[in-house]
């Protein structure tokens, strides 16, 4: 009987999955609305995205998990690409790429996250 390796292979699959679904659904609204029309005054009222708004959107709770989950899952999404594309360019990723890649997509949900708990409620 032969006995299989379990693989964490799914869980990066899952995260850049899920980080894919959402940038691809989500990322040109947030470039739009944040890069061309709130500063262009386009679409929106006056204000609308003015600094106590969105200290308290990202103090609510439905708000924190929204910022959370677009900057981890894109983050998460990002390095999986990265990690992958590196034997596009003829570096053949070991378990330092991997641990540099993933590593960093770690940290910065981490920050992230204390980052956003550290604005209150």
Wanted: proline letters at 4%; hydrophobic letters at 55%; a positive charge.
């Amino acid at each position: 009987m032969k006995i299989r390796k379990r693989s964490n292979a799914p869980i990066f699959w899952g995260l850049f999955g899920a980080g894919g679904m959402l940038s691809a659904l989500f990322g040109p609204a947030l470039v739009f609305i944040t890069g061309i029309a709130v500063p262009l005054g386009l679409l929106l009222p006056k204000g609308a995205m003015n600094y106590p708004k969105m200290l308290a959107f990202a103090q609510n709770f439905i708000g924190k998990g929204f910022i959370l989950a677009v900057i981890a899952l894109f983050m998460w999404h990002a390095v999986h690409r990265i990690y992958h594309s590196l034997h596009e360019f003829g570096i053949h990723a070991g378990t330092g790429a991997k641990v540099l890649c993933y590593g960093s997509a770690f940290v910065g949900t981490v920050i992230s996250a204390v980052v956003l708990l550290g604005l209150g409620f």
